[in-house]
């Protein structure tokens, strides 16, 4: 019996979970380069000639979707067709540091009830576990580093962009790909929940549907604006679950797996590290007293 006939013959419960859905339903890789799918919200500017004059303007619009290829070229388009094949979920916080700005990550897991070793050493980038009852009563530093904590929903599949243009704006064909997509926006991460719940109430996963993703534009009181996406579920659709969705299932969890070893490295490498300084300062204790 083929891969593809077993995972069309498990039972929906069983579809949900090894599709990354099972907290949907409860309501709560590999160093192989994965095209970065995401949403761009500036636009982007190029030099054209009009009238034999060179101008700088927009060549391509602001809230595109674009597309990073693993060579570092960007592709790009208003809307696009995806189909997920995982999600997994992690926390991330970006440290903006003169010296050495970066992000701290967390392992991905199949919900953020657990806490997650991060790059730093620690738990969760931070963030304390558990819910926060007297909100008043937390310092303003903590608030602010939880507030810097992003949830991030992680998606895999395979994306067929719409219109696409190339970083000059200029038409071009692009095949079908396999992508991963960190959605951190707060609005964007419980827009894709509350559709993966519609599919989940229907006893059905995400990888049988075929989805359109648009954008929407949002504006901020400083006059300048971001975007969300914008999810048509095409519930017609009820693909087939063949060999190569499989082989997309099986690469995504492997990629996973692949980054929750080097996550579990960094962690370990930090907690030696902290360690090491705390033993050094005991000893400078030691050395101060006598």
């Not at 039972?11 to 099972?22: N, Q």
């Not at 659709?237 to 969705?245: F, G, K, P, R, Y």
């Not at 499989?246 to 962690?267: C, G, P, R, V």
Request: charged letters at 30%; aromatic letters at 10%; hydrophobic letters at 35%.
């Amino acid at each position: 019996m083929s891969n593809a006939v077993a995972l069309n013959t498990v039972s929906a419960e069983e579809l949900m979970r090894l599709t990354g859905m099972a907290n949907e339903v409860n309501g709560s890789g590999s160093k192989s380069k994965l095209p970065r799918l995401r949403l761009w919200h500036s636009p982007l500017m190029g030099v054209v000639e009009v009238n034999g004059k060179k101008k700088k303007m927009e060549v391509v619009d602001a809230g595109q979707y674009r597309l990073e290829q693993p060579d570092g070229t960007m592709v790009y388009a208003p809307e696009a067709n995806v189909r997920f094949v995982m999600q997994t979920f992690m926390y991330k916080r970006y440290i903006s540091d003169p010296s050495n700005s970066r992000y701290v990550k967390t392992l991905m897991s199949d919900d953020l009830n657990v806490d997650l070793k991060d790059t730093e050493g620690g738990f969760n980038c931070g963030k304390p576990a558990g819910f926060i009852e007297d909100w008043n009563s937390v310092p303003d530093k903590m608030k602010d580093l939880i507030k810097s904590v992003k949830r991030v929903r992680v998606l895999f599949g395979e994306v067929s962009l719409i219109n696409p243009t190339d970083a000059k704006g200029e038409s071009i064909e692009v095949a079908p790909s396999p992508f991963i997509w960190e959605v951190d926006n707060r609005e964007a991460f419980k827009t894709f929940g509350d559709a993966f719940k519609d599919i989940a109430r229907r006893q059905r996963s995400f990888i049988q549907f075929n989805i359109n993703v648009k954008t929407d534009e949002r504006e901020m009181n400083n006059g300048q604006s971001y975007f969300v996406p914008k999810l048509d579920v095409d519930y017609s659709s009820d693909l087939a679950i063949t060999e190569n969705v499989l082989d997309m299932h099986k690469a995504s969890s492997e990629w996973i797996t692949h980054y929750n070893d080097y996550i579990n490295q960094e962690f370990t490498a930090k907690a030696v590290e902290t360690l090491d300084s705390a033993d050094e300062s005991l000893v400078n204790e030691f050395i101060d007293v006598e």
